[in-house]
């Protein structure tokens, strides 16, 4: 697949996020005013993420109800294993859990970034401006 389909794809992921993908990310304007930088619909090898803290190495899944059934357990358990082989804690939640308990979905996340992620030191621009590519960021989170 071609890069520009990539995040064509990423675009129409963020365009059309669910109710409670948008109260996630409304949840988590704190974090980000506090450094976390978190992305929406981040690509990580073949999947991609609803949400990504990269430098706390955690991800967040927001679950709709397509998540019940046997096949879709075991193919979030295929994807979290695949997210914690390469350093990533998994966090998930339902649809209902973030439109219904934002408070502890909120304390939750809090909970972790303050407490299970260890925050790199911040790091200087590269020549040039712009930030330091994605692919080098996730490197340093692999064990």
């Known amino acids: ?16 996020a669910t109710p409670a993908e948008q109260a996630f ?6 974090w ?3 450094g976390w930088h978190f992305r929406r619909q981040f690509e990580l090898g073949s999947y991609y993420v609803d949400f990504a803290c990269i430098s706390a190495g955690l991800i967040v899944e927001i679950d709709g109800e397509t998540h019940g059934t046997d096949l879709a357990r075991s193919n979030d358990a295929t994807r979290d294993d695949y997210l914690h082989g390469r350093g990533f804690t998994v966090i998930r ?5 973030v439109l219904r308990d934002g408070e502890g979905v909120f304390s939750v996340i809090a909970t972790y970034l303050e407490t299970g992620a260890s925050r790199p030191p911040p790091q200087p621009s ?17 064990p």
């Open 1 to 16: 697949m071609g890069r520009w389909m990539v995040t064509d794809l990423a675009r129409k992921l963020r365009r059309q």
């Open 25 to 30: 990310w409304k949840l988590s304007y704190t």
């Open 32 to 34: 980000r005013q506090d």
């Open 93 to 97: 939640f339902s649809n209902q859990d």
């Open 126 to 142: 590269p020549p040039g401006g712009g930030s330091v590519p994605v692919d080098a960021a996730i490197r340093r989170q692999e």
